[in-house]
């Protein structure tokens, strides 16, 4: 098993920054990523990478604007989210997988353990 909590959510105006930190702790896991989900749609990938640092893959609405990178000695993921728009306005999760091969870094099909989230709010 894997357990996985996320922190570091929170209101900001448009514009601003936040980062968001998961804490890994049990299992050896292969790749990890951060995903959203915004009330009634869908949850989506945001950014992923593996845990040896090779291969990292972002949602075209992030490009530019937020960074992912993991702290192998402290077993923590982070999303630096800056320059955020209203429309990032969502519930963001931490999520891992335990499965050496994966499609996307982006599916949520692709990951089998889950942080319980950590909202992030933008205002205009």
């Known amino acids: 098993q894997v357990q996985l909590v996320e922190s570091g959510g929170g209101s900001v105006q448009a514009g601003g920054s936040l980062r968001l930190s998961c804490a890994a702790s049990?299992?050896?896991?292969?790749?990890m990523g951060w995903f959203r989900q915004a009330p009634g749609k869908e949850r989506e990938g945001v950014a992923g990478?593996?845990?040896?640092?090779?291969?990292?893959e972002y949602a075209d609405s992030v490009k530019g604007r937020f960074t992912v990178s993991r702290d192998n000695a402290k077993n923590t993921l982070y999303l630096q989210m800056n320059s955020l728009k209203p429309e990032d306005t969502a519930m963001y999760y931490c999520?891992?997988?335990?499965?050496?091969?994966?499609?996307?870094?982006?599916?949520?099909?692709?990951?089998?353990?889950w942080g319980q989230g950590t909202q992030v709010t933008v205002s205009s």
């Open positions: 999520a891992a997988s335990a499965w050496r091969w994966y499609t996307s870094l982006l599916r949520t099909y692709d990951y089998t353990y």
């Open positions: 990478m593996d845990t040896g640092g090779g291969t990292i």
């Open positions: 049990g299992n050896t896991v292969y790749y």
